[in-house]
């Protein structure tokens, strides 16, 4: 079982082409999904959700596209994970009849917070300065310069 699903990561890395773009034009969806390597018609999909959860605001016509809502510093990878795939989670204790007397539990919660904290302290500019994210040549909307 995958713990960030294939949909997540070209959310991810949605996000993280933008956040490398942060402050300049708007961003069609065809140059993203080209550049990320993200099927078209899911990588609507995918900025469809980030726009209805407030991370990346969209604007029409010609020179339309998105542009993020806000600072990608102020961007957790734990906030774009959950909006598109819901909480990371290890397992489910309160389900279990044995949760209360279980030596197991404890520390798959202690690993589950280890995971939320590091989730929640990676941004989407930590993400775009790792991966060299460059805003490309000024191109016509059909995608970049080489």
């Known amino acids: 079982m ?3 699903r294939r949909n ?3 959310a991810l890395r949605a996000a993280v082409e933008l956040a490398g773009r942060f ?3 708007p961003v069609s969806t065809k140059e993203i999904a080209d550049r990320q390597k993200i099927p078209y ?3 609507c999909k995918l900025l469809q959700r980030l726009h209805k959860a407030g991370i990346v ?3 029409m016509g010609p020179s339309g596209g998105f542009i993020l809502c806000k600072n990608p510093s102020k961007i957790t990878v734990r906030r774009l994970v959950e909006t598109i795939q819901g909480p ?3 397992n489910n204790c309160k389900l279990c009849r044995l949760s209360r007397c279980c030596t197991i539990s404890p520390e798959l919660a202690r690993l589950q917070g280890k995971i939320n904290e590091f989730l929640d302290g990676l941004t989407l500019k930590q ?3 790792t991966n060299g994210a460059k805003k490309p040549a000024k191109s016509k909307r059909g995608g970049s310069k080489k």
């Open 88 to 90: 990371v989670r290890l």
């Open 23 to 25: 402050g300049g034009e």
């Open 8 to 10: 997540t990561d070209y």
């Open 57 to 59: 605001k969209s604007t």
């Open 2 to 4: 995958d713990i960030i």
């Open 41 to 43: 018609e899911l990588a």
């Open 127 to 129: 993400l775009a300065d």
